[in-house]
């Protein structure tokens, strides 16, 4: 099986007519180990690949959320001329639940 990777606005890769021919539409793909299936979120980069199954789409993007908090008020910090290794000194990085132990 080919993987061929293609950004597109679309549903059909215009650009790519008389190049490919599609197979099927909807179905599940391995990509890199990872399975994709329709309607899960992809995200990728040159630095890597991450696939988060549809039905946990809101749950990674509160933990993200929560994250960036987190590194925002450490960096108003570090500008509020607090040290950086005082700033991260606690354990917010980790989360409440691991905040919390």
Request: aromatic share 0%; glycine share 8%; charged share 25%.
């Amino acid at each position: 099986m080919t993987i061929v990777s293609t950004w597109l606005p679309g549903a059909i890769p215009a650009t790519a007519r008389g190049r490919l021919q599609q197979r099927s539409t909807g179905e599940p793909v391995e990509v890199a180990g990872l399975t994709v299936s329709q309607g899960d979120v992809v995200v990728a980069d040159e630095t890597g690949l991450a696939v988060v199954p549809r039905h946990r789409a809101e749950e990674v993007a509160d933990i993200a959320a929560g994250i960036v908090a987190r590194e925002r008020v450490i960096a108003d910090e570090v500008r509020a001329d607090v040290p950086l290794s005082q700033a991260m000194h606690d354990a917010r990085l980790a989360g409440e639940a691991e905040a919390a132990r």
